[in-house]
Structure formats: C-alpha cells, structure tokens
C-alpha cells in the first residue's frame, strides 16, 4: 500500500483547475478540498460548500455584548452608585444606548475575527496549516484525500489532462510544519 | 442564466397601472378639494407640502443614486440605472409642486387662535416666520427671536434658494439622463466619462445644498427651533425612501416582464443599501434626540415635547419601530435580501414608515394635535398620499416609456451588471 496521504493537483490557470473540478466530479473523485491564492466566482456552489455560518455567531455575539454592558451600565449608575445628571432619572436609558452600542459592534467584530480563527485554525503565533504554499502566491490547487480513491494514477492523469502543470503525492497532509 | 437578452424592448406604460394610477390622482384630487371644503385648509396644505416634499425627495434620490453609481464607478447597477434615470426626469413637476404649495402656503392666510389665546392672521404654511409683521418692532405680532433670523428666512431669499437648489438639481439630473441615451447611439467612453465628472459635481453640490433645503422646506415651520443634525435626518429619510421606491418599481415591472435580466443578485445589493441606511437613518435620527435629551434646554426639548402629546406618542414609537426595528430584524439576513417577496414587502412598509416619519415633522409643528392620536391620520392624510402615490407612478412611468431601451446598451460596465454574483 502507498504512503501517499494526499494528492494535490496544481495549476497556472484558474479556468483548467475549474475544468480540472469538473472532471473530477464526472467521475466520482470527492474533493477535499481548494485552494486558491484569490476568491473565484462560483466555486463555492460547484463544491457545494455551505453557506458560513459566521454569520450567526456574529449576533450571538453582539447580543451578548450589548447585554452585558447594558446589564452593567445598569448596575453601576441606577443600582450601586445613582448620580443626579442633570436631574434626569437614574435609569435614563436613551443616555445608555451609545456605549450598548459600540459594546454590541466590539463584541460582534471580536466575536466573529476570534470566531474565525478558531474555526480556520488561524492564530497569531500558531504555524498556518498549508498544503502547498505556493497557493498563497500564484498557484490554483486540487487536493484531493488519497485514501479510498484508488487508483492514484487514474486521478493523476484525470488532472494531467485538465491543464495541472504538477501533480503531487504527498506522505504528509500540511507541509508548514517542517 | 440566460446569455442572450433582447434590450431593443421599450417600456410600454398601459392597462392596469395606468388605470390605478389615474385612479389615484382623482383619489388625490378628491381629498384635496374635499380638505379645503370642509374647513381643514391648513391641514390640507400640510399635507400637500407633506407629499411634495416626498414626492420631490423620491425624485431627488434617483438624481443622487445614478450620481453615486458613476461616481464610485460602479458596474452592478448598470442595467437597471434606467429607472433611477426616469425619477430623476420627473423631479421638474415635483419642484413645480413644491414650490406652487409652499408659496401658496405662506402667501394664503386664515385667522387663527394662536398659542396665548388671541385671533391673529397668519398663513397656512410657515405661520411662524411668515406671518405678517413679525420683523417689524411696533407690530403685536413682533418675534424678536425670528427677526433676527430675517436677513435668512424671508419670503424672497427662500423662493430664490428653492428655485436654486431644485433647479440645479433638475438640470444634472437631466444631464445624466441625456448622457446615457446619447451613449446608446455613440458607444465608447466619451459619454462615460462625462457622467462621472458630472456626477461628482452634483454631489458636492447636493451635499452641501440638501441640508439647507431641508431646513428651509420642513424646519423652518417651526422657526424658533433648530437642529443642525436635521439635513442630514433628512438625507438620510429620502435615501431610503428613494431605494425603497426604486427596489419597488424594479420588482413590480420584473413582474410584468420585463428587466428579466435582473437577478437576485441585483436584489442583495439594492435590499443592503436600504439596510444600511436605515441603521444610518436611526443613527442619525437617534444622535438628533439624545442630544436634545441630554442637554435638556427648554427652547430645543420643544420640539420633542410637541411630538411626546398623547396625540402623537403613539405615532413617534411607531415610526422608530417601523423605520428600525422592522428592517434590522427582516432584512439582517442575506438570504431575506433575496427573496423578491419579502423585499417587495419591507419596500411597501420602508415606503409607508418614512411617509410618517415626514408625518412627525410636519404635523406636531403646523396643525398640531387635533383630538386623539388615532384621527391624527384621517382620509385627507390618506387621500393625499395615494393621490400623489397615483402622481409619482403616472410621471415617472411615463418617463420611463419615453427611453428607446430599459438598458443603456453601450454602457461600458453593462456585462459587469448583467452577470453581477454575489
């Protein structure tokens, strides 16, 4: 049995690596996934990948964020220290929409960058998990999981003939971590 | 998606709209007559400022979105740019109207009682800088307070800024609409590139003029207050009331058949300006009161004291709730963004929300509060507005027939529009 762990189809042209998509998919090879050093139009349905739920955690997030500096705000000037501002009512709340407001968007853009990270394993300081670098400069990759998609060859030449410039058989999923 | 559309299609502008339309100026016209027979002339002629302020508003919008598209030189929107084009035609007749109403309004008088109990003439609009003998020092009607704001707000200086601002907008909005048909005949970037140095010279214009035309027009009907945040409030009210009506009418004839070409994709984009700007709008409206709120001095709390009357309580939340809270929880969602349905609906509300909103500036000011908060808005109120309703649709339809295509087919970014994905 090969040690191949994954076999990475690399192109110079986005249309043959769309091509390349297309062939595979006509014959049943699943895709692991693409990788791509600028957004491409239309890819996302072709690989049916589902629509971010992002989205989501972005509200939760701001919801919670106005909640709690709400909660706060209350605590502090109608509950533990009342202060007469100008004579107006200790819960005077349109005085507390502002900062309830720039809480709900730093915690929505907090929530949803930090959100984003743990999902995509990005970090600042943790090694970024690549599997071929060159998709962050110039090159359009296929990878596709070598186990179960036999045979390898078969798939190495489906991506020869879509236009891959290369063909790699990797033993190891991501490379950065040498 | 279809790769191959017909744009030699004219817009035809017949059967049922045009009946309804039709219909709804004679609606209009009723009510209208029908508040100056029954003795609510002052009421008639706020609403009739009321709905030529929008009407001219909804106009100006489109004037101002053809503007922003060429001057961001955006391509999504090309291929319905048509439409905005055609309101930007018709805001002659409405700045006709407007400046008709507003004269007549403050040339007109009845006698009234005013605030301290005594008869006094004054006009129907604008009672409180027009009326007769407010500037003159031996006169009983004498305001020092608008006296010394005469040498800004008089009669003469505010026709002339009317007939300006109006005028100029008029033009480049039917520059902009020239330029794109002369571009169907000519091609290239010639016609283009003018659009876009004509564009950002009206907004520069129409930047610094609208908030001046906004306290002209509705602010100075009560002249003894002010808020600087009030043009950009008022900006803000016709951007999305402009949108809605756009997005509106883009809906309503893809309907019928025709702008087939306009996708869902169109639908996102339009549905988040209208998104964004009516958090803008809330933002803008909400910094307006807390300010007044929180400095809490009697001669600017007035004016919020006027619209808290339980005749008019009710309509103020209702206003927040239909103009914010309604679009923040229905549209957040990308998916509802592209749902013709939902989006034609959040139109018709955005539409009816921000008729209120004008309604909250106006009335507390001018008629004031007559019995209860729910015969505030009665048939004069209703009639005016579907009769100008019926006006809007019949003009600016009739201008939309009046291009040889619903696209500008030599516009450069047209392919850009016609397979815009988001």
Redesign the interface.
Known sequence: MSSTKYILGVFDDPDEMMHGIDKLQKNSVPIYDVYTPMPIHGIEAKLNIKDSRLGYAAFMFGCLGGTIMFSMVYYMLVHDWPINIGGKNFFAIPDFIPVTFEWTVLWTSFGMTFTFFFASHLFPGRTPRVMDLRATDDKFVIAINAKGNIPHEDITNLLKEAGATEVKHNDRKYVSYE | MKTHNNFDGQYEFVGKAKTWSLICIVIGLVAILGGFALGQAERTFANLLLMTYYFAAVCMCGIFFCAVQYAAQAGWSASMIRIPQAFGKVLPIAAVTLILVVIAGFSLTHTVTNEEGKQVVAPYLYKIWAAVGVTDPHSENYNAIIAGKAGYMNKVGFVIRLICFLGSYCIFGRLLAKYSEAEDDLGGMFYYKKSFNMSCLFLVIFGFTTPIYAFDTIMSLEAEWFSTMFGWYNFAAMWVSGLSVITLTLIRLKRIGYFEWVSEDHMHSLTKFIFGFSIFWTYVW?AQ??LI??A?MPEETVYFFKRWEPEFKPWFWINIVVNFLTPLLVL???DSKRIYRTVEIMCIILIVGHWLDYFMMIMPGTVGPTSSWLTEIGPIEIGVFVGFGGLFTFTAMTALTKFKSLVPKKHPFLQESLHH?I
């Open positions: 909400f009161f807390l709120y929180y809490n957040m969602s990308r994905h």
